[in-house]
């Protein structure tokens, strides 16, 4: 079992910078595929960034490329998220998620089967 805990969540102005962490427990996190996903009041849930097993490969969703930056550290057990240019639609409750089953990195929520508790993002514009 996986426990997923996600921290670096704030208020922010517009054009501001914020970096989200994930720190994982229990299982082989080196082997799993590393995601961020995020959900709006009255949205459903958004992929927002994914990367592979060793980092090497990372996609990310059309609204955040060029702004956003998924990162991991496998010796601490960790992924980020580098949030810069932010705008107010960036607003939203992100989630950090881990798949234990595919191998590569995808915007697909349904390949997930962990997930961790939520960091609220607020960007004032």
């Known amino acids: 079992q996986v426990q997923l805990v996600e921290s670096g969540g704030g208020l922010v102005q517009a054009g501001g910078s914020l970096r989200l962490s994930c720190a994982a427990s229990?299982?082989?996190?080196?082997?799993?595929?590393m995601g961020w996903f995020r959900q709006a009041p009255g949205k459903e849930r958004e992929f927002v960034a994914a990367i592979s097993w060793s980092g090497g490969n990372t996609y990310y969703a059309d609204s955040v490329k060029g702004r956003f930056t998924i990162s991991r550290d496998n010796a601490k057990k960790k992924v980020y998220l580098q949030m810069n240019s932010l705008k107010a639609e960036d607003t939203a409750v992100y989630y950090c998620?881990?798949?234990?089953?595919?191998?590569?990195?995808?915007?697909?929520?349904?390949?997930?089967?962990?997930w961790g508790q939520g960091t609220q993002v607020t960007v004032s514009s």
């Open positions: 229990g299982g082989t996190f080196s082997r799993y595929v």
């Open positions: 998620a881990a798949s234990s089953t595919f191998y590569r990195p995808t915007g697909d929520r349904h390949r997930y089967d962990y």
